[in-house]
């Protein structure tokens, strides 16, 4: 009943930027924590940034003070920022909520994310 379209990712130089977008749709809800997951060929999918509906934010170790997640204008619109990527970087990329309203069972198809050395 919950879809995610996530969008933008794509094959950069290390140093390179790339902005990713995530769409829910479906049923939502007005007021969600929203997150950025990943997950790189043989290792665990892994949240990497998160945004609170009362504005708290937090990102992974790894990617601290490259990324950055923003909400967008419309409701269940989310961005994350990637400068500075790196080749470690490289995973398909997933939005999706967190916490009590986190749809594990809803996952979209993910974005690509490469970045070359």
């Known amino acids: 009943q919950v879809q995610f379209v996530e969008s933008g990712g794509g094959l950069v130089q290390a140093g390179g930027s790339l902005r990713l977008s995530c769409a829910a749709s479906?049923?939502?809800?007005?007021?969600?924590?929203m997150g950025w997951y990943r997950q790189a060929p043989g290792k665990q999918r892994e949240l990497v940034a998160g945004i609170s509906s009362d504005g708290t934010i937090n990102y992974a170790d790894s990617v601290k003070g490259r990324f950055t997640i923003s909400r967008g204008y419309a409701r269940n619109t989310w961005y994350l920022q990637m400068n500075s990527l790196k080749p470690e970087d490289t995973a398909v990329y997933y939005c999706?909520?967190?916490?009590?309203?986190?749809?594990?069972?809803?996952w979209g198809q993910g974005t690509q994310v490469t970045v070359s050395s």
């Open positions: 999706n909520f967190m916490g009590l309203r986190a749809r594990f069972d809803s």
């Open positions: 479906g049923s939502t809800f007005s007021i969600s924590n």
